[in-house]
């Protein structure tokens, strides 16, 4: 089976807002590896579209050769978008989602092949409570932004994570691997109760 691993950027107080970090070259080609690795990312609308960018590269590629290899990266990798207003996609390597995103996610989670990665804020918030997130990759920005979307908003239970590894960047950003620990029916009442 696949695993779903939501990776994402954020600041150390939680901003997940696409421009709030700082990746530098070292950090495009941890991402530029995670993608060429990967069977597929889904998107949102929202975040399809900033996405959309990198393609700017491929028709004029910028100095920065790291830079250049992610825009080649995330061009390569099919993208399964899941929008209610988007009618077709002019992005060769993506494609709406036929079904609901639980049962998509699922089907792909059924399938054999390279991993399932989440890229974007709503599908993880989605997936999180359908219990659907096998990883979790987040990096940490050594960035205090006090404003833009936060990550861990309107999740149903409480969960706990746990961390497997770290993977720290020469700027100071750090990549923290979670797995959501699996807890009973019992264990989640008794930490509602004390909540």
């Known amino acids: 089976m696949r695993k779903v691993i939501a990776a994402l950027n954020m600041t150390l107080d939680g901003n997940c807002d696409h421009t709030a970090g700082i990746p530098d070259e070292e950090v495009h080609q941890h991402y530029t590896e995670l993608l060429r690795q990967g069977e597929a990312i889904l998107y949102g609308r929202t975040t399809y579209q900033l996405m959309e960018f990198w393609r700017t590269f491929l028709e004029k590629p910028f100095e920065q050769k790291s830079m250049n290899d992610f825009a080649k990266a995330i061009d390569k990798i099919p993208k399964i978008v899941f929008s209610n207003t988007l009618k077709n996609l002019d992005w060769e390597s993506a494609a709406l989602a036929k079904l609901e995103l639980k049962d998509e996610v699922v089907e792909l989670k059924q399938q054999s092949g390279n991993d399932i990665f989440i ?29 833009g979307l936060r990550l861990f908003e309107d999740i149903n239970d409480r969960i706990i994570l746990n961390l497997i590894k770290t993977k720290i960047f020469k700027s100071g950003a750090v990549i923290l691997y979670y797995q959501p620990k699996m807890i009973d029916k019992e264990e989640q009442r008794i930490a509602n109760i004390t909540k």
């Open 119 to 147: 890229g974007s804020r709503s599908l993880i918030i989605q997936l999180l409570n359908l219990n659907l997130i096998d990883e979790f990759q987040l990096c940490i920005y050594p960035v205090i932004d006090r404003k």
